[in-house]
């Protein structure tokens, strides 16, 4: 995956935050063009981020029209430890049969599902900075590298 490999250090962040719960928010597109937020299960299966949907759930409806997305993980508690962490980029549907079998081996869901992998446009990890006084932003795009930007 490009964004591992380009921002190793916060991948790993980013990853851990949506391992860390089993809820997410994910926000899709409208038919009419504005957001619906839902929310759902993500799996990391080798090197891409997958979600899983029941059968024709209107979010999966929304992503065969419009793949663009973001994610939000699980604050958790409320405590920042180890950062607040958002995707978005373009989700795509599998529909290979030996992929989604695999899928089934590991994840074991309920059948008939949609299975979605998210290509990456975006990372963003917000994270307090260890003096407490300050937020660490860190952005990532692809060939852009990370950008850190803190706040006050």
């Known amino acids: 995956m490009q964004y591992e490999k380009e921002a ?41 981020l997958t979600a899983g949907s029941m059968w024709g759930a209107i979010k999966a409806k929304d992503l065969q029209r419009d793949g663009r997305f973001a994610l939000h993980a699980n604050p958790g508690d409320g405590s920042m430890e180890g ?7 373009r989700a795509v549907e599998i529909v290979d049969p030996d992929a989604l079998a695999r899928y089934i ?9 949609h299975l ?26 692809p060939g852009r590298g990370v950008r850190r930007v803190e706040r006050r």
């Open 105 to 113: 081996d590991d994840v074991a869901p309920p059948e008939p599902f």
């Open 83 to 89: 950062g607040d962490a958002k995707i978005s980029g």
């Open 8 to 48: 190793p250090e916060m991948a790993a962040a980013v990853r851990a935050r949506f391992e860390a719960t089993k809820h997410h928010v994910l926000a899709t597109l409208r038919a009419e063009g504005s957001p619906r937020v839902s929310g759902t299960e993500v799996a990391i299966l080798g090197d891409d």
């Open 116 to 141: 979605f992998v998210f290509d990456l446009r975006e990372a963003v990890l917000t994270s307090l900075h260890p003096d407490g006084d300050r937020l660490v932003i860190e952005t990532w795009r």
